[in-house]
């Protein structure tokens, strides 16, 4: 099973040479700490910023330099600070090539639930509606289950929704999962979690082809 920090480096392995990458708030955050230094990257954050870096060491910090979740990050050389009506208009413009966001839940068609739980105060959507709305390559980093144990990838989705149709793929503590022709496909598994454990896990339908292989960072 992996921890937080392991889905952002698995996630890292997606990030190709020469991508613009949008980073969500929460465990996508983290996966600018694990991107291979032998390729460029730039990564955007709608509240103004291209050219994002890893977060800065303890005490090095700059509270002037944030991200949309509103943590400290730094900037590599080169970086660009925009207001938001250019990241956004970046955003819906298609300009960005790979979207990494969290969610409380997926369903097998691709629709993404994470803004909001009925009864809880919430500050509003932020930047998650232009993100699935405009972006065709949307990976999503989450944790399988809640902490009752329940699904949170699912047949259809309970929370109001984010986006529909859009997540490509899913990498959560246990698997990684392609959405294709309205289901869940099984890529990878975690070390040491076993295809059967996925399967209890996931209450939408789940397609295993072949041998799973174990993830490989």
């Known amino acids: 099973m992996l921890?937080?920090?392991?889905?952002?480096?698995?996630i890292a392995k997606e990030v190709k040479d020469g991508y613009y990458v949008n980073l969500g708030i929460g465990i996508p955050t983290l996966v600018a700490n694990f991107v291979?230094?032998?390729i460029s990257v730039e990564f955007q954050s709608e509240n103004g910023i291209l050219g994002m870096g890893p977060f800065p060491y303890e005490g090095e910090e700059d509270?002037?330099?944030i991200n949309a979740g509103k943590q400290t990050i730094?900037?590599?050389?080169?970086?660009?600070f925009f207001d938001s009506?250019?990241?956004?208009?970046?955003?819906?413009?298609q300009h960005v090539d790979l979207t990494i966001l969290g969610a409380m839940e997926v369903s097998q068609n691709g629709d993404i639930a994470n803004w909001k739980i009925p009864g809880k105060m919430v500050k509003g959507m932020g930047g998650a509606m232009d993100l699935v709305a405009s972006a065709e390559n949307i990976i999503v980093a989450?944790?399988?289950?809640?902490?009752?144990?329940?699904?949170?990838?699912?047949k259809e989705c309970t929370l109001p929704l984010t986006g529909v149709a859009c997540v490509k793929k899913i990498v959560s503590n246990l698997a990684v999962m392609e959405i294709r022709d309205g289901k869940f496909?099984?890529?990878e598994r975690a070390p040491g979690v076993s295809v059967e454990e996925i399967q209890q896990a996931t209450e939408g339908d789940l397609v295993v082809?072949?041998?799973i292989p174990e993830m490989k960072f």
């Open 36 to 38: 291979r230094d032998d």
């Open 142 to 154: 989450m944790m399988h289950t809640n902490r009752a144990g329940e699904s949170k990838l699912l």
């Open 209 to 211: 082809e072949g041998d």
């Open 85 to 93: 009506a250019m990241s956004f208009g970046m955003i819906r413009g």
């Open 3 to 10: 921890d937080k920090n392991q889905i952002a480096q698995r």
């Open 185 to 187: 496909h099984l890529l």
């Open 63 to 65: 509270p002037d330099l």
């Open 74 to 80: 730094t900037a590599l050389p080169g970086a660009s």
